[in-house]
């Protein structure tokens, strides 16, 4: 008569294998992404001091209360200071589509976080600082008897192409219309005028390529 044999350590486990780790490239890349945000933190000296990151630090929570969660934030982070190599597997982790992954990081690389805040979904603004961009631009648009549509945080000069977006940060954001939707075309100025004109310069440079 044979015992019976002892019940395996194994048999009592239930939960699912854990996700294999990501690939090489990858873990090169957040080791490289870690060591540069340490190397930024550590970094004292000149202009680019730790004042510097802790403003940095304090838009990116603005941003965040105005809907760019963590995740969202530190995924377009990555793949904007890593690469387009990174895309698709990104668009997959925040459930979205590449196209609209790479509008967010096109924003990012203009703006930081407040650019994806503003890229992401209209924000409130005060009414009056949108009438006081439309006028500011007002001189500068190629058809001044057109309409300019206000939504939002959105001024929209549509036979233009040219889209202002106020952001979290105060800032005017330029975006212009390719392929038939708006993406983020400049870096984020204060003054409308501004927003607007790079805008403007964007577009012609398309079409000149």
């Known amino acids: 008569m044979t015992s019976a044999e002892p019940p395996s350590l194994l048999d009592g486990l239930t939960e699912p294998p854990p996700a294999p780790p990501p690939g090489l490239d990858v873990l090169r890349a957040l080791v490289a992404d870690a060591a540069l945000r340490a190397a930024a933190l550590l970094d004292s000296s000149g202009g680019a001091s730790t004042e510097g990151v802790a403003r940095a630090v304090v838009v990116a929570d603005g941003a965040a209360a105005d809907g760019v969660d963590d995740v969202t934030a530190d995924v377009v982070r990555f793949v904007a200071g890593h690469g387009d190599a990174h895309l698709e597997r990104a668009a997959i982790r925040l459930g979205c589509s590449v196209g609209r992954m790479r509008l967010l990081v096109t924003a990012h690389r203009w703006g930081g976080p407040p650019a994806v805040a503003t890229c992401l979904a209209p924000l409130p603004t005060d009414p009056d600082v949108l009438a006081a961009a439309e006028h500011a631009v007002q001189p500068l648009r190629p058809s001044p008897t057109a309409p300019v549509e206000r939504h939002h945080n959105h001024l929209t000069d549509a036979?233009?192409?040219?889209?202002?977006?106020?952001?979290?940060?105060?800032?005017?954001?330029?975006?212009?219309?390719?392929?038939?939707?708006?993406?983020?075309?400049?870096?984020?100025?204060?003054?409308?005028a501004t927003a607007y004109r790079a805008a403007r310069t964007a577009l012609r440079a398309a079409t000149r390529a």
């Open 159 to 192: 036979p233009a192409r040219v889209q202002l977006r106020y952001g979290p940060d105060r800032l005017w954001h330029p975006y212009v219309e390719r392929y038939c939707s708006w993406q983020p075309a400049a870096a984020p100025t204060p003054d409308a």
